[in-house]
């Protein structure tokens, strides 16, 4: 089987898609980063090939805040923006989608579409309130399951209102209200509307945000969030079957629609290959830029981080 | 006296060609590095925005250099710049480095003041002025118009990053020429040079997107992360219309020149945004409007984190966008180094922007 790849390399996880040649998905699957993208991007690709031995890849793309390295580890043949990927895959899902909502670990985005084509786009820029992480963190404050968060919130009834527009005001708040000995659905639930308020407010600030809308990202998967949405908004929030990769789904969809004669894919051998990136500071000027570069075996493969571009372009067998 | 300036983009060049014709003695500081941004966010207020703080960290690294007075630009309204001057001097004075603070203030509104730090600054140099100015203003259309060409050329460069490298190349001539003749040869130089270098077409849908918000960040290429740079790399022509001489017309000396070529922005910004909020703000409203009426394909707009008039001016601007179909990407930046954020957004937006071109042209 050919086999188009989407790898998606998050902050907080790391999300691989393959498609087949109808477009339809034959493997997915969601890891945690763990702080080490190289690995994570290794593990996704060993999971493809023990679940699909014999499938070959036609073309792959990557994209996350971590697709440049991705991309090389992969050979990946296209690169793209995650607020590109998401919304093409929300597309691929609905054609008349107009919004599209994502909250991941680190960032949340709202994308505007009209008529199939994205007319205007926001991503949090300052807060961490609002985001997955901030969800994780607080969840195992009360030792609970971050997968029980949205079940436990639909039980509240009586939630309480807790301060959402920075995380440091959130869990003052929750820690307030705890000692108060509200109940800890109340304070999931209050906490969810928290978030979606703060997202609203500050992400979605001024766009107007029609239907039918999507909801996707990591946070989706809380039936808690998806509710506070629909009742802040007013209508109906469809989460996406595949909502947790979407990114990937997107990126796949992207890659399937280069005309490419062959993939630059490295092959399944990638995920026993030794990679190792390793960090120097650039003694060129005062700048002392902090570049990065990717080993495989012994050949460096990329460089990242210098500004003045002296360093990204690779001489015969690295400068 | 040993004079030093803040960077401020190319400005420096023009700086330099003008106090060194007055027979005054120059510091110009390292190029702004890690260092530079090290040394003025400890030393700077923590409240203050990016610009202040680069400009603390010029001032430290000519200091150690051997400046011993500083020249700043003044001003007055809501924005804090106007404060900037002194806030500098105190934090340099806290240090114990006991500079003298020449500050030009806007002569609109401190026309005594303005004489004032002129003539402590001049004393009896003042026959040198108008070839000072000649030189100076001469160095300023000169920047502006390698500027220029390089937004031009760099969407259509043949070897990526090769615009750039020439561009520092004839900013550095420029510094260095001492005749109106050797200015105007290194202006050429580079025309020719990046010109070889550029292909006939750039094949894509030739984006063109302006470029406003507060004129530190947008002239000052290594507190915008180069943002006009990597902005040419995804293929979009970048037109800027703060510039050099565009803000010595407004700021520094209002006359003889007077006003800005071209609509004037604050008039633009009716019904919009009516009246003086402090720094650009204002412009960044007029300009916008005039992109629109330009058919520019979009706007990225650059504001320091906290910067009070650009905020004015962003929540002002989802409206112009909804009225005149003209989308806006803000950009709040500050000391970060991360580009992975900015450049999501850049590429997000310049998809945006081609999926939108493409459906109209269809």
């Known amino acids: 089987m050919r086999v188009v790849l989407g790898l998606d390399v998050g902050s907080v996880s790391t999300n691989l898609v393959a498609m087949d040649e109808g477009q339809n998905v034959v493997h997915s699957s969601y890891l945690l980063t763990a702080g080490r993208p190289v690995e994570a991007v290794q593990e996704a690709v060993a999971d493809l090939w023990r679940a699909l031995p014999s499938c070959s890849v036609a073309a792959s793309g990557t994209t996350g805040s971590g697709r440049e390295l991705a991309a090389e580890v992969l050979g990946a043949d296209v690169v793209k923006n995650e607020i590109t990927s998401h919304a093409v895959a929300a597309l691929s899902v609905c054609p008349d989608v107009r919004c599209v909502l994502e909250i991941g670990g680190q960032d949340s985005k709202v994308i505007i579409v009209e008529n199939g084509v994205v007319t205007d786009f926001a991503m949090n820029t300052v807060c961490a309130a609002g985001t997955g992480s901030f969800l994780d963190r607080q969840a195992q404050r009360l030792g609970i399951d971050i997968r029980d968060l949205g079940r436990l919130a639909l039980a509240s009834r009586n939630p309480v209102r807790i301060a959402g527009r920075c995380a440091v005001f959130a869990e003052s708040d929750m820690i307030h209200k705890q000692q108060m000995g509200c109940s800890v659905e109340d304070i999931v639930r209050g906490l969810c509307e928290a978030l979606v308020r703060n997202y609203l407010n500050n992400v979605a600030k001024g766009k107007a945000i029609r239907q039918p809308v999507f909801f996707q990202g990591g946070v989706a998967a809380n039936e808690g969030m998806r509710k506070a949405f629909e009742e802040s908004l007013g209508c109906p929030v469809i989460v996406p079957e595949r909502h947790k990769v979407m990114g990937a789904l997107g990126a796949a969809i992207i890659a399937s629609r280069q005309r490419l004669k062959s993939s630059r894919f490295r092959g399944f051998g990638l995920s026993q290959t030794r990679f190792e990136s390793r960090g120097f500071e650039c003694d060129g000027c005062s700048n002392a830029c902090e570049v990065v570069e990717l080993v495989m075996g012994e050949s460096v493969i990329a460089r990242w981080g210098g500004r003045c571009g002296r360093w990204e372009r690779l001489g015969a067998a690295g400068a | ?362």
């Open chain 2, 1 to 362: 006296m040993k004079l030093t300036f803040p960077h401020m983009g190319d400005f420096w060049v023009v700086m330099r060609a003008a106090l060194d014709e007055l027979g005054l003695d120059t510091v110009v500081p390292p190029p702004s590095s890690k260092r530079t941004v090290t040394l003025g966010t400890r030393y700077a207020p923590e409240t203050a925005c990016f610009p202040l703080k680069l400009c603390l960290g010029n001032m430290l690294e000519a200091i150690d250099m051997g400046a011993d007075a500083v020249l700043m630009a003044g001003g007055s309204g809501p924005c804090r710049f106007g404060y900037y001057a002194q806030v500098e001097k105190q934090a340099l004075w806290d240090l114990g480095k006991h500079v003298d603070f020449h500050v030009l203030e806007p002569p609109q509104t401190h026309p005594r003041e303005l004489l004032g730090s002129l003539a402590a600054l001049l004393g009896h140099r003042c026959s040198r002025v108008p070839r000072a100015l000649r030189i100076g203003w001469e160095k300023a259309l000169a920047c502006d118009e390698v500027l220029k060409q390089s937004l031009l050329l760099r969407p259509r460069e043949d070897s990526p990053g090769v615009t750039s490298r020439l561009y520092s190349k004839a900013i550095h001539a420029v510094d260095e020429a001492s005749s109106i003749g050797d200015i105007r040869r290194a202006v050429n130089a580079f025309v020719q040079e990046a010109g070889a270098h550029a292909r006939a077409q750039d094949g894509g849908l030739g984006l063109r997107i302006g470029v406003i918000g507060e004129i530190f960040m947008i002239m000052d290429s290594f507190a915008n992360a180069g943002i006009e740079e990597k902005l040419g790399k995804l293929g979009a022509t970048v037109d800027r219309k703060m510039t050099i001489t565009g803000w010595v017309r407004t700021h520094l000396f209002p006359w003889p020149w007077k006003r800005v070529p071209g609509p004037d922005p604050v008039k633009s910004a009716r019904p919009y945004l009516n009246h003086f909020v402090g720094g650009d703000g204002i412009e960044s409203v007029g300009y916008t409007v005039l992109g629109a009426r330009e058919n520019l394909d979009g706007m990225v707009h650059l504001l320091p984190f906290t910067c009070m008039p650009e905020i004015v001016a962003k929540s002002v601007l989802p409206q112009v966008t909804q009225d005149l179909g003209i989308p806006v990407l803000s950009l709040s930046l500050d000391e970060h180094t991360g580009e992975v954020g900015l450049m999501t957004r850049l590429e997000a937006f310049v998809d945006l922007l081609t999926a939108r071109k493409g459906a109209t042209c269809r």
